[in-house]
């Protein structure tokens, strides 16, 4: 699958959050407008968040009214359900899944 260079950067922007902080998953997402958003997951004692539910709410907190795509790396097999219905939720036409290397998963 070949992806639009958009698409690309925001894989690129997830990889480099999950590297930058040894999380086990990255996430970025682009709203309606372009922005982009980068956030890794959160795993307190208090508060547990996927990496997906901290950038979306990063978007919305921002004033993003839907987003574009979504993009998650992590080393497991498939996005969480909760990660899926908050992405279609705001509407994004995509949730791409990579590994740690980028490569892109089904």
């Known amino acids: 699958m070949t992806l639009d260079p958009e698409d690309s950067k925001i894989i690129t922007l ?16 682009r709203d309606e407008t372009g922005r982009t958003y980068s956030a890794t997951s959160v795993e307190l004692s208090s508060l547990r968040l996927s990496a997906v539910q901290v ?5 919305v907190s921002s004033g993003a009214q ?3 795509a ?3 790396v992590t080393e497991g097999e498939r996005a969480c359900e909760a990660d ?7 509407g994004a036409k995509a949730l791409f ?3 740690p290397d980028g490569t892109l998963r089904g």
Not at 55 to 59: E, G, H, L, P, S
């Open 14 to 29: 997830a990889r480099a959050a999950r590297a930058r902080n040894g999380a086990r998953e990255g996430a970025a997402v």
């Open 55 to 59: 950038a979306v709410a990063m978007a």
């Open 66 to 68: 839907s987003l574009e």
């Open 70 to 72: 979504a993009a998650l």
């Open 84 to 90: 899926e219905a908050v992405v279609r939720e705001l």
């Open 97 to 99: 899944l990579a590994g």
